[in-house]
């Protein structure tokens, strides 16, 4: 391939299949990174013209819906659908693997590992119908569960919950497991945003010695726990190195507490190279979902009954690890690592 100043070039003459969807993940890591905030300042600049209307309008408009990331969301199942999304999948490609039946009368949280730099997979699975969701798991409705302030962006907010996205936390948990009847599938990145920070290929350390509120929900609803592994997340950017105890992991670490975001510095290739940029790398993604841990309700379990319940669905990720985790271009030596 050619190269400038060390940068590879990717070719001129490519199918125009690649060329789609490699456009198709760009347009999609832009959005994921910079239409909130571009949405944002738009509304802002707006004020301060003679369309100052539309903002106010909107902000009308969000005070009124702005409950409504934590009470199902609004999902447009056209948009889940747009031919875009099939190309973002094919990319890599992304796949996604059935080992069991879900039963459709049952409500289910699905823990998914490991997230990753920006958990590309989750959004393919859970907020698209790119890799097929409703014909592998017919009858359960995804939801893609991400942080709170998503939904503080104006326009981009309508946007992601457009394909299924809604809030992570308690009260939206319970509202979909409790008030939304059955067949709901809350795709739950459970690690969190600091998790993003041990994204590194060949380690697979999770951060989920302690994370132990979806267990409780999983409790007082009676929600079966679904552990899921997507083999290949870790490989799809490169991020810089970063120890525990690093400067830049103490950055890393105060910014999160204090903004909610990760800030992984990361990157991938581009559009017309290979070498740098923010789109993720051309490798396979194999996402494997267990088989479900039967929940019987309790409306206010213990502690010993939460900390039993954590170390049994830690113990049936791990057995889904280790059975797939060859099969998926993992070393037998490899392991996952629980860690706080």
Known sequence: MPRILGIELAPLHIPMERRLQTLAVQQWTL???FLGFGCLILMIYLLFTSLYWIPLCYLVYYLYDRKTSARGGRRWQWIREWPVWKYFQQYFPITLIKTVELDPKKNYIMGFHPHGILSVSAFCHFATEGSGWSKIFPGITPYLLVLPGHFQFPV??????????????????KFLLTKH??????????????EALEAFPGKFNLKLAKKKGFIKVAL????????????????????AENPEGSRLRN???????????????FHGRGMFNYTFGLVPYRIPVYTVVGAPIEVQKDDNPSQEKIDELHKTYLKELEKLFETHKTKYGVAEDKHIHFIE
């Not at 981009?156 to 809030?167: L, P, S």
């Not at 009676?222 to 799809?236: D, I, Q, R, T, Y």
């Not at 950055?251 to 510095?265: A, E, R």
């Open 156 to 173: 981009y907010r309508d946007y992601f919950m457009a394909g299924g996205a809604v809030e992570a936390s308690s009260e939206s948990m």
């Open 31 to 33: 959005s994921f990174l």
């Open 251 to 265: 950055i890393q670490n105060w910014l999160t507490k204090y903004t909610g975001f990760s800030p992984p510095v």
């Open 181 to 194: 009847g059955t067949g709901n599938a809350l795709g739950l990145v459970v690690g969190g945003a600091l």
């Open 220 to 239: 007082t609803t009676g929600a079966c726990l679904v552990p899921m592994f997507s083999f290949g997340e870790h490989e799809l950017f490169v991020q």
